[in-house]
């Protein structure tokens, strides 16, 4: 399960950039919200098929422009600002999705959302320069087994769990494309105070 934004990433760019300052680092509450949007393909009343992954169009442009006016998000010259607080409620008081949740992280949990229910899910953290929002769309659990012969019978072999797995996330942090990959939590860019939008359930 992956997502591309390149020319989302640039066209967002050029929708946002003010008196030559370029707000492209700071953009990606409503880039991580409307990638999400737009894996999932809800709400239906959206004309999503004119909004395609591999190129620009009017409609991408005002459904960004729409979705950053109803998250609230606050322009300046330095950058921009919204909390994943907003992002939720937007999806659910101005998008009409049943649910989504604001919680904080668990790996555990992600395997679960995009496991169980192909949902993908919005993150939040910080590093040392400021906060940033992405979206994971896919994983990779990996178990580690031996085989060991069962004792008293000939060729007769099973496998046991030497543990511990592993989960590698697919993480589309939203910056044209660059960086885009599977990542362990601890190979996250922003690995503080981390947040997460789960159940996220469109209409």
Known sequence: MRTKNILWSVL?????SFNGYALLDKRCTTLAAGIAMRFMERPTYFDWKSMPLDRATDI???FLAD???NIGVDYGCNGTSASIDDVCD???NDYGFSSAKVTGFSGFTIVGEIANKRSPVIVRGENGD???EWVITGIISTEIYKCVK????ENEYQLINTGPSSVS???DWGHGGANNAWYSQSGFLYPNDLK???NIVGV
């Open 12 to 16: 967002f760019f050029l929708l946002f």
């Open 60 to 62: 991408t442009a005002r």
């Open 67 to 69: 979705l950053a006016e």
């Open 90 to 92: 937007a999806l659910k």
């Open 130 to 132: 400021g906060g940033h």
């Open 150 to 153: 069962i004792p008293y019978m």
């Open 169 to 171: 996330f697919f993480v």
């Open 196 to 198: 997460m939008i789960i």
